[in-house]
């Protein structure tokens, strides 16, 4: 492609141009504070080149809630656009960016990122282990995430963005009717965040198959690390086919190849089969952690222990296998004919039997439990009408004859916002405000946390409940503009008034984590909630070992028992031995480096500096066969000064940090 030098940077709009003013000054308002505050080794040596698994974990969340704030954005622009008839604050190709993008980042780069950065930061812990299975992958994983994050965010003031959606379907997304390089972006970034996640999900079966403390079989897993489990066989199930999938698009749009074109023997629908075989089990790979995040809280604030937990465990595991056998029904319409869609539709209702039976566990764990409303239980219990109403409505979409009619209007995309809003989000959320103080030492403002549960909410459900109404009106998705005539007018703008309400909410969260990280109490428990598992049975925040002697397990809830029969809790000195930790290495960030470079030249079809760059991929590869650093040892004198600054002189841990 023949790409001139002067149009590699936007210019024209002034929406963008204010986006490239603030890039410009937010990353020289960081750099001159690092500087100023001289904190460049501390950066480098505490959380760029870390492989702890607690670290790897925040930086994620980090991440998930800086993207969130740029999806959010690039929601209120659309629903700004489509708050009155013919609004013209964007145009059409704008607004196909836009939506592009909101779609791609907030599956991508803000649920994907939030619940592996929880799933980093509780799973070793839940499971008795000192890290990850392979520590250094891990900070691999992040860092390839981050650099395809941070190559697809720079697309809409760099070269152009993407614009075919977040599904890209072809013939639209090829080069006869794309013949930018926003659709570039979409191909290289997401195959670079790929490849971490896929790791991540290797990392993570190992972990939990191979690292479980003494005594902790299978059955006796927490919840939360058996849906982790599940999920981690999906993503190595899933995500390889979307891999190969990107990489044949890539050849189509780079090299001339005819995989998915209309012309020379492609086929479109070739990729809308590889597209939706991995889209749609990615559903259940942000839903199904979010589930266990659920069965702990409501578990713990419930006081008892979750209700049938067997039950559970196998209808996660009926998701994990009917996840792969329902992904036609996104494109009935496409000409499967009715034997292949009415076997679809069979498969896609069927999925709602296991979720409908962990509906019933939960129910069932709280009846006269004694429970207790927290921010965290609050947005558990919000959890279950909402996404409640999101499951009907799938099991509308499911019908194959209705679903000519829902196709392709707002019905679905309101359905689809009730399953991943209440499905991730709201987990997200009660996990950051359960796991909080295990992760830094303090809690969230309970009462600011309140009013982001209730702004937030409220704000969901007036932007979404109308959609359904306009869908079944027949209000088209992915339409940036609408007629007076059409009498759509006053359900879009409720919604876009939810949308504020909405922003009102996240604004309230983000303002709770500078409020607790100013003013809330550092004195708090170690184990604040009263809380059933292991991760609870360490310092909070947790000490970069995690135990200094590995627990031993001889039931499921094991701190609940190890509490309530006064075993284990205790450390005494010929207890304690060295023990062995992995090392950091800045090796997992230059390779971030080296693929964004790499990634960059691809996207803009440089192909000889793609070529010569990569080489540094290849360096990055041998130096890491020839790494022999086998990490290094902490000393008992130093373990038994960090255990004796959270436990009590009987060696019993105490109920305050000093």
Known sequence: ??????????????????????????????????????????????????????????????????????????????????????MSLLDAQHYNEVFTAHGVIMILFMAMPFLIGLMNVV????????????????????????????????????????????????????????????????????????????????????????????????????????????????????????TVALALMTFDRLYGTHFFTVAAGGSDMLWANLFWLWGHPEVYIVVLPAFGMFSEIISTFSRKQLFGYKSMVFSILAIALLSMLVWVHHFYTMGSGALVNSFFSITTMMIAIPTGVKMFNWLFTMRKGRIKITTAMLWSLAFIPNFVIGGV????????????????????????????????????????????????????????????????????????????????????????????????????????????????GFAAFCYNIYWSIRYA??????????????????????????????????????????????????????EIEEIHMPSNSGLPFLMCVAFGIVGFFLVFEWHLLAAISSILIIAGLIYRSFDYNDGYHIHKDEIKETEKAWRNTEGKVNNHVS
Do not use: C
């Open 521 to 574: 109490d550092r004195n708090i428990s170690n184990d604040p909630w009263n809380a059933r598992t292991l991760e609870w049975a360490t310092a909070s925040p947790v000490q970069h070992y995690n135990f200094a002697k590995l627990p031993e397990v001889k039931s499921a809830d094991a701190f609940w028992y190890m509490k309530k029969n006064n075993e284990g809790l205790t450390l005494k000195d010929d």
């Open 123 to 242: 799973i070793p812990l839940q499971i008795g282990a000192r890290d990850v299975a392979f520590p250094q992958l891990n900070a691999l994983s992040f860092w390839l995430f981050f650099s395809g994050a941070m190559l697809f965010n720079i697309a809409f003031v760099v070269g152009g963005a993407p614009d075919a959606g977040w599904t890209s379907y072809f013939p639209l997304a090829g080069k006869e009717f794309s013949p930018g390089i926003g659709n570039n972006y979409y191909a290289i970034s997401l195959q670079i965040a790929g490849l971490g996640t896929l790791m991540t999900g290797i990392n993570f079966i190992v972990t939990i198959l191979k690292m479980r403390t003494k005594g902790m079989t299978l059955m006796r897993m927490p919840m939360f690390t058996w849906t982790s489990l599940v999920t981690s066989v999906i993503i190595v199930a899933a995500f390889p086919i979307f």
């Open 393 to 504: 409505t799938g099991v509308m979409l499911a019908m194959g004859a209705a679903d000519y009619q829902y196709h392709n209007t707002l019905f679905l995309v309101a359905h689809f916002h009730y399953v991943l809003i209440p499905g991730v989000v709201f987990a997200v959320f009660a996990g950051l405000y359960y796991w909080w103080p295990k992760m830094f030492g303090f809690l969230l403002n309970e009462k600011i946390g309140k009013w982001h549960f209730w702004l937030f909410v409220i704000g969901f459900n007036v932007t979404f409940m109308p959609m359904f109404f306009l869908g079944l009106n027949g209000a088209v998705r992915r339409s940036y503009t609408f007629s007076v005539e059409s009498g759509f007018a006053p359900l879009f703008l409720l919604s876009a008034i939810g949308s504020v309400i909405l922003a009102i």
């Open 1 to 86: 492609m023949d790409i001139k030098w002067d149009e590699i940077l936007i210019t024209g709009d002034p929406i963008i141009l204010g986006s490239q003013i603030a890039i410009l000054l937010t990353s020289l308002g960081i750099i001159g504070g690092i500087t100023y505050l001289k904190r460049w080794g501390w950066l480098w040596r505490e959380w760029i080149t870390t492989v702890d698994h607690k670290r790897i974990g925040i930086m994620y969340i980090i991440a998930a809630v800086l993207m969130f704030f740029r999806g959010g954005m690039d929601g209120l622009m659309m629903k700004a656009q489509t708050s009155r008839p013919e």
